[in-house]
């Protein structure tokens, strides 16, 4: 009998064993692969969706773009042009708004006491689940009146010809009786943030208010050839895909091949040869071109001028 024969049993326990380890690495294995590549989407997709997010406003002025991202974090204002505390607040009078900016109020302290607040959290959370509220005194008793809701913002500018003084953001509530809303100007002030204590209304529902921002500055794109341009947007496609192609690859190789270590990595010769490549090729280049510049002056030789040699004869 052959000797291979005794092998069999062996060889096919091998396959058996091996085909359950890659049975059982599979599911991890399409898991990761598509965290990381939901990662990579997010990543490469982020300027897209930024449009889509609330507080987002650009406009066009004489060859310029104008962003504005009031709810974007700084280093001085962590929450952009909301209000920390969760609300900014106004009283005039005997009238009291409060309001924030691109979201619902939040009240860890001074939450509001007054009738009729149903559309804005109910008797017990009263002023959470609306952006701008007021409170009137009628009868001796206070009334509130939900004038502006997160879900519906609209963003202009407050003068076209002039788009670094800032912007006007208008909340409306469309209640059951009648229409309200706030007009809250967030003007550029690159120094300071500064709630303005004046308060107008015109009509029967409708205020309109200021606030000084940094927030309120926008961030301003040339299209006179600054910038990245297309030729960003070209290499951020290429830069995805690159990326996209190593991780995906990676992990295929490592779950399904059951390649481990930095052999992982597809084509990884290519990758730890391709930064010499590019140095011998632009060596190579640099000395064509020096080549190049010395024939050029080698082959130079000054042409006399006739004039020079007839006045030259005549000399003599």
Request: net charge neutral; proline share 4%.
């Amino acid at each position: 009998m052959d000797d291979s024969s005794f092998d069999l049993p062996n060889r096919s326990s091998y396959k058996l064993f091996s085909a359950h380890m890659v049975a059982d690495m599979l599911p991890a294995g399409r898991i990761a692969a598509r965290v990381f590549v939901s990662c990579l989407l997010l990543l490469c997709l982020e300027p897209l969706l930024a449009v889509g997010r609330p507080c987002e406003f650009s406009a066009t002025y004489r060859n310029n773009l104008y962003n504005y991202s009031l709810a974007a974090p700084s280093q001085k204002y962590p929450h952009g042009v909301m209000s920390e505390d969760g609300f900014y607040m106004i009283a005039v009078n005997e009238t009291m708004l409060w309001y924030q900016l691109c979201d619902q109020m939040i009240f860890n302290h001074d939450q509001p006491r007054c009738l009729n607040c149903q559309d804005c959290g109910g008797p017990s959370r009263c002023g959470m689940q609306c952006s701008a509220l007021t409170a009137n005194d009628i009868g001796g008793y206070h009334v509130c009146t939900t004038i502006g809701q997160a879900s519906n913002l609209d963003i202009s500018l407050i003068e076209k010809d002039n788009p670094q003084k800032g912007v006007i953001v208008k909340m409306i509530s469309s209640g059951s009786k009648e229409n309200c809303s706030l007009s809250v100007s967030v003007i550029c002030d690159s120094n300071k943030a500064q709630v303005s204590n004046s308060l107008t209304i015109t009509g029967d529902c409708d205020y309109a208010t200021e606030l000084r921002h940094p927030s309120g500055c926008a961030r301003i794109i040339s299209a006179n050839g600054r910038g990245w341009g297309w030729f960003g947007t070209l290499m951020t496609i290429i830069i995805c895909l690159l990326g996209g192609y190593l991780v995906v690859g990676t992990i295929y190789r490592y779950f399904f091949l059951g390649i481990h270590s930095a052999q992982a990595i597809p084509n990884l010769e290519f990758w730890l040869r391709l930064p010499q490549r590019t140095w011998t090729m632009l060596g190579s280049l640099v000395r064509r071109l020096q080549g190049y510049s010395r024939s050029t002056r080698g082959s130079y030789t000054p042409v006399r001028d006739d004039g020079d040699s007839h006045g030259r004869a005549s000399s003599y």
